[in-house]
């Protein structure tokens, strides 16, 4: 069974920087579709970003946009997320997200549920 690996969560000041790291476990995994999710205590995971391998796009929250980047390897399986300007309302459990079914060029799936793989999440804690 794959899985995915996250790396690169901690504590940092409000205003600071943070690089997540996610990877799957065996190389020979690829995806349509991977990305991150957010969960903060007593809320529902929400989407965060994902990049549509199949037609290159990404996609953004509207409340990390121009503060976060998700970027990715060539080979599918591993992706990254450089949260740069980090407020006090982006911590949260962050959890990594494979899709490994077809996904159109241009479709971002947004649901957690469009997601087959899941890693085990990774503490992002930002202080005021």
């Known amino acids: 069974q794959v899985q995915l690996v996250e790396s690169g969560g901690g504590l940092v000041q409000a205003g600071g920087s943070l690089r997540l790291s996610c990877a799957a476990s065996e190389r020979t995994f690829s995806s349509y579709a991977m990305g991150w999710f957010r969960q903060a205590p007593g809320k529902e995971r929400e989407f965060v970003a994902v990049?549509?391998?199949?037609?290159?796009?990404?996609h953004y929250a509207d409340s990390v946009k121009g503060r976060f980047s998700i970027s990715g390897g060539v080979a599918k399986n591993t992706v990254y997320l450089q949260m740069n300007n980090l407020k006090p309302e982006d911590t949260a459990v962050y959890y990594c997200?494979?899709?490994?079914?077809?996904?159109?060029?241009?479709?971002?799936?947004?649901?957690?549920?469009?997601?087959?793989?899941w890693g085990q999440g990774t503490q992002v804690t930002v202080s005021s």
């Open positions: 990049r549509n391998w199949n037609g290159g796009t990404t």
């Open positions: 997200a494979a899709r490994s079914t077809y996904v159109s060029r241009s479709y971002i799936p947004p649901s957690p549920r469009e997601y087959d793989y």
